[in-house]
């Protein structure tokens, strides 16, 4: 099984490989997100919640991580909810 998980996350660009990282332990790498971000990808947290938020609809992104992505769209959900009550 976990031979499987590798090929999956194989098929994910080096970018969202650390994009995934940082979203699983960005406390162990700096004492903020936005640094972490900063720090492990050398982009701007703009450009970094833009890629995220196009990673989580992309199958193969959640097939590399289910358990993230599906917390990662909870939230995301949950706060457009917020935002735009029906």
Do not use: C
């Not at 990673?55 to 959640?62: G, H, K, N, P, T």
Request: hydrophobic content about 35%.
């Amino acid at each position: 099984m976990e031979q499987g998980k590798k090929d999956e996350s194989a098929q994910l660009t080096e970018m969202e490989e650390k994009v995934l990282h940082v979203e699983q332990s960005w406390w162990t790498i700096a004492k903020t997100k936005e640094r972490a971000i900063s720090q492990e990808l050398h982009i701007s947290p703009m450009r970094y919640y833009a890629l995220l938020s196009r990673m989580l609809d992309d199958e193969r992104v959640w097939k590399a991580n289910p358990q993230l992505i599906d917390r990662l769209r909870r939230l995301r959900d949950a706060r457009i909810e917020e935002r735009f009550p029906q």
